[in-house]
Nanobody
């Protein structure tokens, strides 16, 4: 059974950066499209960034485009989300997601496995 564990969340001031990490275990990492979603209080879970299972192609939500970068290290079974120029509206629980043989344009309904999430809080 695939398990995803996120880390790297925290409290930062607006304008600063954070790097989230996610490690996948229990599956063949290279088969999975990997992505990040977030959910703010009272809102639905939304897509943030995704990377094609075979690498190369990435996709970002318009709200974060130009400020975040998704990357993966197949040797470490890990995916990362580098977030720069953080804004208070980026405050949310961030979830790592895996979709076997999936696309970079991940939808929540397509996700096979979710992490438990890591809290990101951006103060103004």
């Amino acid at each position: 059974q695939v398990r995803l564990v996120e880390s790297g969340g925290g409290l930062v001031q607006a304008g600063n950066s954070l790097r989230l990490s996610c490690v996948l275990s229990g599956g063949f990492f290279a088969r999975y499209a990997m992505g990040w979603f977030r959910q703010a209080p009272g809102k639905e879970r939304e897509f943030v960034a995704g990377m094609l299972w075979s690498g190369g192609r990435v996709n970002y939500a318009d709200s974060v485009k130009g400020r975040v970068t998704i990357s993966r290290d197949n040797a470490k079974n890990s995916v990362y989300l580098q977030m720069n120029s953080l804004k208070p509206e980026d405050t949310a629980v961030y979830y790592c997601a895996a979709d076997e043989f999936g696309m970079e344009t991940m939808r929540a309904a397509d996700v096979d496995s979710w992490g438990l999430g890591t809290q990101v809080t951006v103060s103004s």
